[in-house]
């Protein structure tokens, strides 16, 4: 059964870094594209990153370009979202998920690590 | 950038009505479109990909379209259950975009 379990969310004032982390099991981790996806409050859903499965290429929104970095580490079976500069708008529950293929839709969720930004 | 218009934001219908949802891409995006329901205070569930291809497990009771840049999800006889915000999603290229979700209740 796959499973995506996000961790590292929390309170955090402007300006400041977190970093999230998704533990996935029950499936080959380092064959399928991963990404980040996150819902503000009352709001839709909202891409914030993608990485390929062997780490080597990253894509971002813009909103987040240059402040928010995605890594992982296929020998843990492990997702990352370092994210720095924080502002408000970036208060929101963040969405692990596991593409179908490579450049493909998103076939499994986890259950999202709760992100707020405030002073 | 790529924008994604999703139609209406939100619906009411009954029990057994016929729902459609309706996602306009920017610009052309190879039929790379995808569905995901999201119940309420749950995790999106992914119901179509490639623009009409029904996710394993998905009730047969959706079905989705494309023509060009303009896709539509339907629900052929609305259940209970149903009750959800439905997003359309471009996976054509970076970034990303969701359309806004339709909303729909019984």
């Known amino acids: 059964e796959v499973q995506l379990v996000e961790s590292g969310g929390g309170f955090i004032q402007p300006g400041g870094s977190l970093r999230l982390s998704c533990a996935a099991s029950g499936f080959t981790f380092s064959s399928y594209t991963m990404g980040w996806v996150r819902q503000a409050p009352g709001r839709g859903l909202g891409w914030v990153s993608d990485?390929?499965?062997?780490?080597?290429?990253?894509y971002y929104a813009d909103s987040v370009r240059g402040r928010f970095t995605i890594s992982r580490d296929n020998s843990k079976n492990t997702l990352y979202l370092q994210m720095n500069s924080l502002r408000v708008e970036d208060t929101a529950v963040y969405y692990c998920?596991?593409?179908?293929?490579?450049?493909?839709?998103?076939?499994?969720w986890g259950q999202g690590a709760l992100v707020t930004v405030s002073s | 950038d790529m924008q994604m218009s999703q139609s209406p934001s939100s619906l009411s219908a009954f029990v057994g009505d016929r729902v459609t949802i309706t996602c306009r891409a920017s610009?052309?995006?190879?039929?790379?479109l995808a569905w995901y329901q999201q119940r309420p205070g749950k995790v999106p569930n992914l119901l179509i990909y490639a623009a009409s291809t029904l996710q394993s497990g998905v009730p047969s009771r959706f079905s989705a379209s494309a023509s060009g840049t303009d896709f539509t999800l339907t629900i052929s006889s609305l259940q209970p259950e149903d009750v959800a915000t439905y997003y359309c999603?471009?996976?054509?290229?970076?970034?990303?975009?969701f359309g806004g979700g339709t909303k729909v209740e019984i």
């Open positions: 990485i390929n499965p062997s780490g080597g290429r990253t």
């Open positions: 610009r052309g995006i190879a039929n790379k």
């Open positions: 998920a596991k593409a179908k293929d490579i450049g493909s839709s998103y076939d499994y």
């Open positions: 999603q471009n996976y054509d290229d970076a970034p990303l975009t």
